[in-house]
Nanobody
Framework: QVQLVESGGGLVQAGGSLRLSCAASGSIFSINAMGWYRQAPGKQRELVATMTTGDRTNYADSVKGRFTISRGNAKNTVYLQMNSLKPEDTAVYYC???????????????WGQGTQVTVSA
């Protein structure tokens, strides 16, 4: 089994910063991509930032220049540094991983349990 454990959410004032962390553990052969998605009340889950093999990154336009995604040295962790936070960033943030559990090319996708980020005006 594979687990993604997130941490780092909380309440912050507008303009403040938070850093989210996510660690993947379990039966993992290789991780092809890790990233962050978010879901605000009444809205669909949306991509925030992803990082693929080779450290290629992709950001939602709404967070470019404010958020930075990075991987840990062990490559099974991913971080999201969020600066200049706005009330509209308020959401549950979910860690996502696309990985191979065996040397085959079969990919599986996993999600963390989510961590709440609340930005007050």
């Amino acid at each position: 089994q594979v687990q993604l454990v997130e941490s780092g959410g909380g309440l912050v004032q507008a303009g403040g910063s938070l850093r989210l962390s996510c660690a993947a553990s379990g039966s993992i052969f290789s991780i092809n991509a890790m990233g962050w998605y978010r879901q605000a009340p009444g809205k669909q889950r949306e991509l925030v930032a992803t990082m693929t093999t080779g450290d290629r990154t992709n950001y939602a336009d709404s967070v470019k220049g404010r958020f930075t995604i990075s991987r840990g040295n062990a490559k099974n962790t991913v971080y999201l540094q969020m600066n200049s936070l706005k009330p509209e960033d308020t959401a549950v943030y979910y860690c996502n991983a696309v990985l191979n559990r065996t040397p085959s090319r079969v990919e599986s996708e996993y999600w963390g349990q989510g961590t709440q980020v609340t930005v007050s005006a």
